[in-house]
């Protein structure tokens, strides 16, 4: 089975903070996938990856940035945490044309 | 403007009839469609998709109907069962490449024992 985790279920950082979201995919997969879910807004991409150092902006990228060393890890970095970037973070990966899958959530609150 | 959005937020359907849940999309280049459930405090989990060049496409328990001419695409569960209570997402991808999957704001499904 595709295995897409993610490091943390809860995290809570304080304003201003550099925050860390990691996430590890076992399936040698192309593409791997950042999105934020929030109430009655559904999911939003915040950026992608097609490849190891490639990445490409999402619908709201503003305030988060990512990396992509190695193909199985993708970090999402929230430079200085904000609180309104309280939400659920939620890491995909998938092959190239083919579904998506996801991890169970980081969900971070910013105090 | 470039949207995928559900007709109504909540479903409530008695166990063991057909439930149907549908969407909208309104970019014409989408040529992947795809649904997902997403139960509590789980990530999404993907359910069924289909191609532009299908109308229909059966699963288990589960068909998705895509039509293109008014940009439709709808989730039809059979004998629905208390575990298929969830949220509902469909998404499409216009680049062909599974990049940039544009969700919907989500619908819950509530089945009545």
């Known amino acids: 089975d595709v295995k897409v985790t993610q490091s943390s279920r809860y995290l809570v950082k304080r304003t201003g903070e550099k925050v860390f979201l990691e996430c590890v995919q076992d399936m040698d997969h192309e593409n791997m996938f950042w999105y934020r879910q929030d109430p009655g807004l559904g999911l939003r991409l915040i950026y992608f990856?097609?490849?190891?150092?490639?990445?490409e902006k999402g619908d709201i990228p503003e305030g988060y940035s990512v990396s992509r060393e190695k193909k199985e890890r993708f970090s999402l970095i929230l430079e200085s945490a904000s609180t309104n970037q309280t939400s659920m973070y939620l890491c995909?990966?998938?092959?190239?044309?083919?579904?998506?899958?996801f991890g169970q959530g980081t969900r971070l609150t910013v105090v | 403007g470039e949207s995928v959005g559900l007709h109504l937020p909540t479903l409530s359907v008695q166990e063991g009839d057909n439930s149907i849940i549908n969407c909208a999309y309104s970019?014409?280049?989408?040529?992947?469609f795809i649904w997902y459930k997403q139960e509590s405090g789980k990530g999404p989990q993907f359910i069924i998709d289909?191609?532009?060049?299908?109308d229909k496409r059966q699963g288990q328990r589960v068909t998705v109907l895509l039509n293109k001419t008014v940009k439709h695409l709808s989730l039809q569960i059979a004998a629905t069962q208390p575990g298929d209570s969830a949220v509902y997402f469909c998404?499409?991808?216009?680049?062909?490449?599974?990049?940039?999957?544009?969700f919907g704001k989500g619908i819950t499904l509530s089945v009545r024992p």
């Open positions: 970019n014409s280049a989408s040529d992947y």
């Open positions: 998404a499409d991808d216009r680049t062909g490449a599974n990049s940039k999957l544009t």
């Open positions: 990856s097609y490849d190891v150092k490639m990445k």
């Open positions: 995909a990966s998938s092959l190239k044309d083919t579904e998506a899958f």
């Open positions: 289909i191609r532009s060049n299908m």
